[in-house]
């Protein structure tokens, strides 16, 4: 695949995570199982044809991002789970961290692929 069209996957994750909803669980469940299943069948299953600095540093972005998606349902099952208002705010909290460091890996790879 094109280091453009890879720039493209990307662009197009960082959207759906940017848009997740953050109103509705059920909602966001969906939401963040399409993301989950965009991210499988485009991006892990690209073919990095890169050099090598620049191949490793893009499997590990994937890798690392797909280790935070598969923790994001996770959290969001504890959130709705939550009946304390503390435990609430601390499980969005954990899930938001999980959501930007994830919005993170995707700006790095899309930095790393344009330069």
Do not use: H
């Not at 090598?52 to 991002?65: F, H």
């Not at 996770?74 to 705010?89: G, I, L, S, W």
């Amino acid at each position: 695949m094109l280091p453009s069209e890879q720039i493209l996957m990307w662009q197009q994750l960082f959207t759906r995570l940017s848009d997740l909803p953050s109103d509705s669980i059920p909602e966001l469940k969906v939401s963040l199982r399409q993301t989950i299943d965009f991210f499988e069948s485009e991006i892990l299953t690209q073919d990095l044809d890169l050099p090598e600095p620049l191949a490793g540093k893009i499997r590990s972005y994937a890798t690392e991002s797909y280790r935070l998606l598969r923790l994001l349902p996770m959290d969001v099952m504890f959130m709705a789970a939550a009946r304390n208002p503390t435990t609430v705010r601390q499980r969005r909290q954990a899930y938001q961290e999980k959501l930007t460091l994830s919005l993170e890996y995707c700006q790095a790879a899309i930095a790393s692929l344009q330069s």
